[in-house]
């Protein structure tokens, strides 16, 4: 067989092989279209009633009587729909619908998934009983959040969020740690599902703040400056102190301008000296602005005059957030030091803001929106 033979049989079998892509294509879609209708034909006639439980409105329990009722394809189709609506509602709606779903054996299905060979089967199965806040199956949940698959480690975090019980807490938080080498949950994903345990993962939260992987450190500094954790705040103190890291440190720091007090103001303005690195100088003259104590806000106005721009504009821009007493701490500044940009820059918008001649009267400045800040990381949080 010479070369022009071998090329038109080869020219051949590639077009019988691009014919048959074509016709694959087109059946996969045609089985979607064709499935897709199905569904929507069964589960038509039961929307009004998914509509009806889902508002409330079932005053009677004929609509939910009418979808437990359900059996067959038409329930096959409906439950899609179903399930779909209970990311949608809370309350009591959203009980009614995991009582439908729960009549039709879905919930005992699920847990019987949870120990399929089938990552994607595991993971809808983690899901649902997320959504049904099924409070008994947290023990059956926690182990999965070191489960081989991401998507199943990940459906687990968020599923113990979505049922807010603190016994999860200390798997959710080692969930971004990851096992081995694998990728790890997302913080943000961990540090949602704390948040939503509350004060009862307080404990775990504590350990979390002395935690030597700074994964583990960045979800728990997240939850504690964003929670109501009264025994965090003295292991934030004492983080900040001995930290020898600038950029954990100034995550330590914007955590304390959250939940910290007037004893935390002393720590702050003395790492605001100039021989501090320029992260940490910036992470705790916004933390100060956040606190608003009077010694801070003095600290603040001194700042404005600070050879590092970034330092003398935060400072003035947060001074003009503090209300009243920080913008006459900025005119004072502004006075004292005639070419002090920052702090003149910062009124000056503010006048412009309120429609005031740029020499307008200074007592109209107290009432401006404030300038915006320069973003400061809060946290080492992320995916």
Known sequence: MDSRTVLVVLAAALSLVCAALVVLTATARYSRVHHTRRVERLSGPQRRN??????????????????????????????LVVIGMLV?????????????VAAHGELSKARRQLHSRRPTVRARAVDLLGLARVEDAVEDLIPLTRDRSPEVRQAAVNSLGEIGSPSAAGAVLNAVLGPGSDPAVPSWLAAEALLSMGPGAEEVIRAGLSHSDDRVLGVALTVASHSVMPTTVPILRDRFARENDPRLRAEVATALGRVGGAQDVPLLVEATQAEYPQELRLACAAALGELGRPDGLARMAELCADQDLRVAQLSADHLLEAGPAGIRLLETAAREHSGLAPAAAALAVARLREGLPADGPRSSVATAQPVTATAVPVTGVGP
């Open 50 to 79: 998914i509509l009806i439980v889902a508002s409330g409105e079932d005053d009677d329990d004929s609509a939910a009587r009418t979808l437990r009722s359900l059996s067959g394809p038409v329930w096959e189709a409906t439950r």
């Open 88 to 100: 949608k509602v809370r309350g009591a709606p959203a009980q009614a619908l995991v009582d439908v």
